[in-house]
């Protein structure tokens, strides 16, 4: 029978939790000084010959709470692995790979994480987080732990590794978090199965990047067994998600965005933007993590940013961000795998339409799809939605349950 999906004592937990952690109202988040890159980020010289090689690894820890008084009962190793850039170019990613110490009866599945936002500076990356206590995920990140599963973490290209982060780049995203799966199964310290079942999670930037390893899958990574995606508020759109947030409470993210397409197409910022728009973004770039960023550039306008006085959405429509707005949009290609696409109607940073959307174009191209929308106040506050859908949803799939469909 197929478990139920309420919304239990564990999500409300989790609801107030996560709310608290990454409020830009909580404290700032912990840990080294946004110039310092510990020895560990700095990638070698020559990089191993294929994706998901792992290049260096060593024990780490995830504590749950800033005061490091309670650890998550899971073995922990921070890896450094190969993936690839927009280009195909070989680069080195860093991440977080967690293994219950609990038995577990069969092959141990591996949930690729995506992570949410966390910043553009190098100490916003998760894995520098986990290990601090700081980090704004770690009750979902808990929750799979707890039920057996092994979690691999992505940082993403540019987060901890030198380079500017290359924020909401598509396709980046994705190979990040399939490459990490691939360490995961490698690294022999894990003992994880090399070719177990696999599933791949994640809300906000992190649901747009388990949408796109979703969509590459089958073609990036064939021998990968994932048995489905949990994607939860994906910006699917960026055009519609950027005109959404210019102004807003969260407008930082517009930036992010910006600085991060240019990243991933080699493109200088400078001469878009005017002497304020170079100080924003070198702060972001260098210094704050998300939640001093948004507390300290909230409703900003872009358009105080630019050279030319337009904003950022509407530099979007213009050569060449117009291109590579649309290259980044998801619906475009079909899942070869079970999805489920959870998006709450009060989402105040990523529009529910934008999810139904992306549920819809995934339909028309064949793909198995669960779409479910929540009530739930806030898109911060709804992560707990999804990863209460999410986690049971996960069950079933490892379980060998046909996946339902809304389409």
Known sequence: MPRRRALGKWAVAALV??????????????????????????????LPAHNGDVIRSEPAAFYLNPQKAAESGAQVDRIMYRTTDRTGEP?????????????????RPIIG???????LADRCAPSRQMAEGTDSETLFVKRLLDEGYAVVVTDYQGLGTPGVHTYMNREVQGRALLDAVRAAQRLDAAHLPDS????????SQGGGAAASAAELAHTYAPELKVKGAVVGAAPADLDEVAKSLDGTFYSVLVEYAFAGLAAGYGIDTAPYLNRHGQRVLSDLRNNRCTTEAVAGYAFLRSRSLTADGRSLPERNKLAPFDRIVAEQRLGERRPALPVLVSHSVLDDIIPHRVGARLAADWCRRGATVKFTSNHIPTHIAAAAGASAEGVPWLADRFAGETAPSTC
């Not at 080294?32 to 980020?41: D, E, I």
């Not at 994480?113 to 910043?119: F, I, Q, R, S, V």
């Open 196 to 203: 177990g079942p696999v599933a791949l999670y994640g809300y």
């Open 113 to 119: 994480y995506a992570p949410g936002t966390h910043g």
């Open 17 to 46: 939790a996560v709310a608290t952690a990454v409020s830009p109202l909580a404290p700032t988040s912990a840990g080294a000084t946004g110039a310092h890159r510990p020895p560990f980020y700095e990638p070698p010289a020559n």
């Open 91 to 107: 680069v080195a990613v860093t991440g977080t790979v967690l293994t219950p110490t609990t038995p577990r009866r069969g092959p």
